[in-house]
């Protein structure tokens, strides 16, 4: 579900800028400045539209969360220590590490972000929870316009797939999995530290012993909310193990096979269920399926039919 909020008190702006993001001390110009903000709540990831109809300049205090940014019209400058970033229509950016103050100049701005918890990056790249060197972002801008074009393709599939299907918001399997999409897609579009390739030792390890401990895994815990760093830790190997394995045995990628694992289990359900009872976007949401298109039309591609005739078959 969106939320949305709007107002023309710089005094509310302010405690609402501080409640969704940090505390910032602001100077409003204008005579009927207005705030505005749409946030879609994704699990520990977020997809915000803010606008700001007025010219704000401010100071504030450390980021917690890692916020990409998309102008789409107006303008905004960015300092933080030495260095000074301005943006405007088009742009996407990075432009705030966490953990540093910051002070922006906004003009008429109206943007939208991916505001991500930085643990989800670690997740996403495999780093384990206790690393000494959390994943970082090594650039205000991004690396190619085709991943910009990707990232923001996944962010409004991710927005109207939580939007229109009402129970998925509640669904950890659906908010999770759409929150690892958002950070892998974002890892995908910024240079960053996170590594990519197989070492030697991943090469070996990539082996059909690993393959089985990770099949056993996804096939004994697909109603969890288990990452990529999961089922490569139950296999006692990297994440760029585990991918590789699935890669050279199976040519397909570890939550590849888990999704494939899912659509079983909805098939089950279905064949098991009654139309008078339940339906078929209750039985995708129940096993990580936000969209009800895109469930589909994996099933169909799976199955050969779609899943609302299967149900129906069974009643």
């Not at 590594?195 to 990539?206: G, V």
């Not at 999961?230 to 590789?244: C, E, G, Y």
């Not at 909805?266 to 009800?292: C, K, Q």
């Amino acid at each position: 579900m969106t939320q949305v909020f709007e107002t023309t008190d710089p005094e509310v702006a302010s405690e609402l800028f501080r409640s969704q993001y940090t505390s910032m001390r602001m100077q409003i110009q204008g005579r009927q400045p207005l705030l505005r903000f749409a946030f879609t709540h994704v699990g520990r990831a977020r997809l915000d539209r803010s606008t700001f109809r007025m010219a704000l300049d401010g100071n504030a205090d450390p980021l917690e969360q890692v916020a990409i940014l998309r102008v789409l019209s107006g303008t905004v400058r960015y300092t933080c220590g030495d260095s000074e970033e301005a943006y405007g229509p088009g742009d996407t950016c990075y432009p705030l590490p966490t953990g540093r103050a910051w002070a922006a100049s906004v003009h008429d701005l109206d943007s939208e972000l991916v505001v991500l918890d930085p643990a989800l990056l670690d997740e996403t790249a495999g780093i384990p929870p206790d690393a000494k060197a959390p994943v970082r972002l090594l650039s205000h801008r991004p690396q190619s316009k085709t991943a910009v074009a990707q990232l923001w393709r996944t962010a409004e599939f991710v927005r109207i797939s939580i939007a229109d299907e009402p129970e998925a918001e509640s669904r950890s399997l659906v908010t999770t999995s759409a929150a690892r999409l958002l950070a892998a897609v974002v890892l995908a579009t910024f240079p960053s530290t996170a590594r990519t390739d197989p070492t030697i030792e991943d090469r070996h390890d990539a082996h059909p012993d690993t393959l089985r401990r990770a099949i056993a895994f996804i096939e004994a815990n697909p109603h969890r909310d288990i990452s990529i760093a999961d089922i490569a830790a139950a296999s006692f190997v990297t994440v760029r193990a585990v991918q590789l394995a699935f890669q050279r045995h199976l040519d397909t990628a570890p939550l590849a096979y888990l999704r494939r694992v899912r659509l079983a289990c909805a098939h089950r359900d279905l064949v098991a269920g009654y139309p008078d009872r339940t339906t078929v976007t209750e039985i995708a949401v129940r096993w990580g399926f936000a969209n009800s298109s895109s469930f589909a039309a994996y099933y169909r591609a799976a199955y050969g039919v779609l899943p609302s005739h299967t149900l129906r078959e069974r009643g």
